[in-house]
């Protein structure tokens, strides 16, 4: 790999010897180097990107109604706060939490509508999320993250209709 060469050239002057330094040619050394960072760079595997699907419906003019009995909204306020109801805007009570806590409420709400629908595997549950313009990315990106996590199956994000009780709610708690 590796050779030590000593020069035996050279002018001697006087009585002593001048001593050589040894030099150390590293050119195969070199050459390993380079044939082993091309080997594993071209035998690993780079990793790859996971990120959330999510597609906005384009605008129709047909605007069927979700099914109230299994439909949640999701409202999101500003610093990681949240309100929810199950089913129609007009007649739900809207309950505020943490976004830390969706989760959780995601669950219970799931497992509802299956016993109030008989588990039946076609009444899934439907998620409507509505960020508002003080909510926070993040903030969004956790939500649609406990979605996956909770395995639901349909959700959609709509911020463009909001309602006014949506919005009456929301200013009077302050998110």
Do not use: W
């Not at 999320?129 to 996590?149: G, N, Q, R």
């Amino acid at each position: 790999m590796a050779t030590v060469e000593i020069s035996s050239g050279g002018k001697a002057s006087g009585r002593r010897n001048r001593k050589t330094a040894p030099r150390v040619d590293l050119t195969a050394m070199v050459d390993l180097m380079f044939l082993l960072t091309t080997f594993f760079m071209l035998t690993t595997s780079l990793s790859e990107l996971k990120a959330a699907n999510v597609a906005k419906p384009i605008p129709s003019e047909v605007n069927e109604p979700f099914p109230a009995s299994r439909t949640m909204t999701i409202l999101l306020g500003k610093e990681s706060s949240t309100a929810y109801y199950l089913g129609e805007t007009d007649k739900a009570s809207i309950k505020e939490a943490n976004v830390a806590k969706i989760g959780e409420i995601i669950t219970a709400t799931k497992k509802d509508i299956a016993r109030f629908h008989g588990n039946n595997p076609s009444k899934f549950m439907i998620v409507i999320i509505k960020p508002t313009k003080t909510c926070s990315y993040k903030d969004l990106i956790d939500v649609i993250d406990e979605l996956k996590i909770r395995d639901v199956k349909s959700y959609s994000i709509d911020d463009n209709h909001i309602a006014e009780k949506e919005q009456k709610f929301l200013a009077a708690r302050g998110l």
